[in-house]
DNA sequence: AATGCTATCAACCGCGCAGCC
DNA sequence: CGGCTGCGCGGTTGATAGCAT
């Protein structure tokens, strides 16, 4: 047996709405409160989908949204949230008050993707591009990425935090013994090493040079603001059809810093490797980090070796990058 | 003026989850 | 616990407007 449609199709009306019908909704709606979309169409005379009068409420009817357009301050907004956050659109959406999910993915598919494109296209030119690797403490996405929220996830505002410690030790993947942070259970494990000059060499292929990296020394800990930081990620044009995947991947080897990163009330989550335990004085500690960026349509694929052992690092990447 | 192309965005569609029974 | 229903989500389509030739 198939799935039972959402509505009979049959005689129902599609296309455009005509004002003749937004007046009836917003009528109904406003007398009656939203909800019971599948009976709703039957009960204010409207020859539509239930499914379909509801998309209209909240794209277009609701007295709350925001008419004109997507001003430079949103725009700012979707690309970093999109950064963050990826397609989840009702999420940026709920950031940016009277704009719609719709609305938001359709400037995104017309406007900024492009844009980004663009700007891409020119780095690629050169040698490096700006990656946002901002992420921020997400409950993990569902399958699929669809379906309802919980009541509570519905309600409650994305909590952002991100915690970073120094001075620990951090065992190797492969050794198989998992100490204080060790993520074992979850196979999160990524490996940076850092050169004096503060280039980060990155899964053998990769150049990270982290500008204005930094802490702050006494708490250790970073929120959504501080957390966004550039980073410039430079390939070899031999890897040019590897940057949709690139991982940061690689050994550690002396005078190497880890770092662990934290969702908020989630596992924690590894910057490290087989590395000597990390000392404040030997990680520069002093300035903010400033993940500004696009890249949101850059996918880091989990496994992937380019060089070190690779630990499983999909929830890492799809954290810091999805 | 006619035609073709492109950009925009409203609306549709199928899927998957939460919640109810 | 399982089935069903309703809702919310993201991807896609298609109508329309605007611009170029």
Known sequence: ????PCCDKVGLKKGRWTAEEDDRLKKYILANGEGSWRSLPKNAGLLRC?????????????????????????????????????????????????????????????????QIQTIRRRNDDGDSVIVDVARISLPPRRKGGRGRRR????????????????????????????????????????????????????????????S???????????DLDELLTNVEVEWDEDYEDEIHKFNTTGTCGSNTDNVSVAPAGAAEMELGGDCSPISSSSFSLNSPWNWESFAGDIEWDAGENFGGAVAESEAVISWLLS
Request: charged residues 35%.
């Open 1 to 4: 047996m198939g799935r039972r």
């Open 50 to 114: 239930g499914k379909s009068c509801r998309l209209r409420w909240i794209n277009y009817l609701r007295a709350d949204l925001k008419r004109g357009n997507i001003t430079s301050e949103e725009e700012d907004v979707i690309i970093k949230l999109h950064a963050s956050l990826g397609n989840r659109w009702s999420l940026i959406a709920s950031h940016l008050p009277g704009r719609t999910d719709n609305e938001i993915k359709n400037y995104w598919n017309s406007h900024l993707s492009r």
């Open 151 to 210: 009541k509570e996830e519905a309600e409650g505002e994305v909590e952002v935090e991100v915690e970073v410690e120094v001075g620990r030790e951090i065992p190797s993947p492969a050794s198989g013994v998992c100490g204080r942070g060790c993520v074992d259970d979850l196979r999160e494990e990524e490996t940076i090493n850092k050169w004096p000059e503060g280039r980060h060499d990155v899964g053998g292929s990769e150049t990270l040079n982290y």
């Open 212 to 222: 204005n990296d930094v802490l702050e020394e006494d708490e250790m800990s970073l």
